[in-house]
């Protein structure tokens, strides 16, 4: 069997509002006393102190990322999610379909975190601290605003499964965050339902996220209000797939 | 035509049609979960996790080759499913959209696993010149999906079971996309049939190797 030419498929295009440098995004990450939530997403050295040389570190420390690493960036991931529709739950702003949607998406994460709790200490890793996290002003005063950000970070979350999985070398390891992963696209293609999306499941090949990029879309969510020096946020609706 | 808004969908009833497909598909598919059964452990459980987490190991010294062969096929069964339920004329306004649009994304997982079979100098087999779909799942919408559901649970379940095993990079890329994708056609086609909540699983079922040739042929993939 021949190895294969590299080539690029079309994939869903998931823009993101990058930071004008990787130094820039680190420094200001950890200046905004986010060391905790990064360090959970494995980019602890960056947090310290954010210079190019904990940035080189890290480079080479993301070249030997274990299968632990990887799954308890997944983990971080869950417990984002897990908090956030919690937090939606609870804000008692949900009714009809939406609620039920929610419901059952929280349901989900818990097992899901579970589930990589489990695989992480099986194979005797050191879990990750569940990291404080804030919300943008407004997230759960509406149905309207938690869909939305719903849709954001299952988005977020679909994409960095799929960047992920191939990361992890192990199949036992593996096949959880892969049986996760598809749940995440389920529940992305949920929310677009609940927004209205004539075809909630509309292209062909999700792309993956680089860990970069699910740090600078989960960056707000850390306790960074604002990251215009970075890049800023991703405006509203910008995790939507595009149709192809 | 009829007129099968999601609205409409959603108020469908969705067992009549299940002595269809569902019940063939069942009845002679192994699914992963049959060892439990027997075990009499049932649920989403850590034991039950943990066992369909096995699944892989099915999988294992198969070769990438061979699983590029096999989702090959069930690719095309997939997309001439698709293809047959918007023939019907049975589906119109935004029910009929989302078939046509599932469809037109099995016709691009189609040549995207053809290209990469060719880059990585695989055989690609030709395409059965029929599909044994299961008899009368063309005869009514309702009928219809419950055979899109049965298709798509065997597509998820052989990419979630063959995953965790794929030596190839770039396949392995390529594959976790394509499974993703068609995780949410699964929702996408419980929303159709009205399942409320679409997102009913916490964790996506493997099935393992055998297990997922056997179901693939009671959905209507001609035996080899």
């Not at chain 1, 993101?16 to 360090?39: E, I």
């Not at chain 1, 349901?107 to 200490?121: C, G, K, P, W, Y």
């Not at chain 1, 598809?182 to 529940?187: A, S």
Request: hydrophobic share 40%; glycine share 10%.
């Amino acid at each position: 069997m021949r190895e294969p030419e590299m080539k690029e498929y079309p994939v869903r295009s998931r823009r993101f509002v990058l930071p004008r440098t990787r130094r820039d995004f680190f420094k200001a990450l950890a200046a905004s006393g986010a060391a905790g939530g990064l360090a959970v997403l494995g980019h602890g050295a960056l947090a310290q102190d954010g210079g190019e040389d904990a940035q080189r570190e890290n480079e080479v420390a993301q070249e030997g990322d274990s299968d632990i690493k990887v799954a308890n960036f997944a983990l971080a991931l869950e417990f984002l999610e897990q908090d956030f529709y919690g937090k939606a739950l609870e804000a008692d702003v949900l009714t009809g379909r939406a609620r039920s949607y929610l419901q059952r998406a929280e349901d989900q994460e818990n097992q899901h975190v579970v589930a990589l709790t489990d695989v992480i200490q099986q194979y005797g890793g050191t879990l990750a601290e569940k990291p404080q996290f804030a919300y943008p002003q407004g997230t759960f005063s509406s149905q309207a605003s938690v869909v939305g950000q719903a849709q954001r970070l299952e988005a977020v979350t679909t994409g960095a499964y799929i960047g992920a999985v191939p990361e992890i070398q192990d199949p036992g390891v593996r096949s959880t965050p892969v049986s996760i992963a598809g749940v995440e696209d389920e529940h992305e293609v949920a929310v677009n339902d609940l927004m209205g999306a004539v075809l909630p499941d509309d292209v062909a090949f999700p792309e993956g996220l680089t860990r970069d990029e699910v740090l600078t879309a989960v960056a707000p969510y850390l306790g960074l209000s604002s990251l215009t020096d970075t890049g800023g946020p991703p405006p509203d609706g910008q995790y939507r797939r595009s149709r192809r | 035509m009829l007129p099968m808004e999601r609205a409409e969908g959603r108020a469908a009833p969705v067992g009549a049609a299940r002595k269809l497909s569902r019940r063939r598909f069942l009845k002679t598919a192994a699914w992963a979960g049959a060892a439990l059964s027997a075990a009499g452990v049932g649920g989403s459980g850590p034991v039950v996790r943990r066992a369909q987490a096995q699944a892989y190991t099915t999988y294992q010294g198969a070769g990438d080759e061979t699983f590029l062969q096999f989702v090959l096929q069930l690719s095309r069964l997939t997309k001439t499913c698709y293809q047959r339920g918007v023939d019907t004329g049975f589906f119109g306004g935004s029910a009929l959209t989302q078939l046509e649009g599932i469809r037109g994304h099995y016709v691009k997982h189609v040549d995207g696993i053809t290209e990469m079979m060719e880059q990585m100098g695989v055989e690609v087999l030709a395409e059965p010149a029929e599909f044994t779909f299961p008899q009368g799942a063309f005869a009514d919408p309702t009928a219809f999906l419950e055979l899109c559901s049965d298709v798509e649970e065997v597509d998820v379940g052989t990419y979630q079971g063959a995953l965790p095993v794929i030596e190839n990079k770039d396949l392995l890329a390529l594959a976790i996309s394509f499974y993703s994708y068609t995780c949410g056609a699964r929702c996408a086609v419980n929303i159709l049939k009205g399942v409320d909540p679409p997102h009913n699983l916490a964790f996506e079922e493997a099935l393992s190797r055998p297990d997922a040739q056997q179901a693939a042929e009671a959905v209507g993939l001609p035996v080899e």
